[in-house]
């Protein structure tokens, strides 16, 4: 069962970046892996993913600001995030699945296909 370590959270102002790393347990490029937050009082999201292909993909409101990235060597994957508003603020989990690819419904990255989850990193985006 892999274990997932995300760090590089932090707080920064507007406009601002981060990049949040994800550290596996095991060989990385095994899996899919998925990026998601959680916002204060709001439903868990999801916001990038990987595939088992080194595709990507992203939900609308990150598309052009937010990168996902992934290095088997280190058994990392990587989300860079620039440009960030105060409603980027929230926990950002990353998450593995070993046999599913990424699922999108209606656009929106759902948490099905994931079994593996970190412990979540804080962000915080203030104006």
């Known amino acids: 069962q892999v274990e997932l370590v995300e760090s590089g959270g932090g707080s920064v102002q507007s406009g601002g970046f981060l990049r949040l790393s994800c550290v596996a347990s095991?060989?990385?490029?095994?899996?899919?892996v998925g990026w998601f937050r959680q916002a204060p009082g709001k439903e868990r999201e999801g916001v990038a993913s990987?595939?088992?292909?080194?595709?990507?993909q992203y939900a609308d409101f990150v598309k052009g600001r937010f990168t996902i990235s992934q290095d088997n060597a280190k058994n990392t994957v990587y989300l860079q995030m620039n440009s960030l508003k105060p409603e980027d603020t929230g926990i950002y989990y990353c998450?593995?699945?070993?046999?599913?690819?990424?699922?999108?419904?209606?656009?929106?990255?759902?948490?099905?296909?994931?079994?593996?989850w970190g412990q979540g990193t804080q962000v915080t985006v203030s104006s």
């Open positions: 998450a593995a699945a070993r046999d599913t690819s990424p699922i999108y419904i209606g656009g929106a990255l759902t948490e099905h296909a994931y079994s593996y």
């Open positions: 095991e060989y990385i490029g095994s899996y899919c």
């Open positions: 990987t595939g088992f292909y080194g595709n990507t």
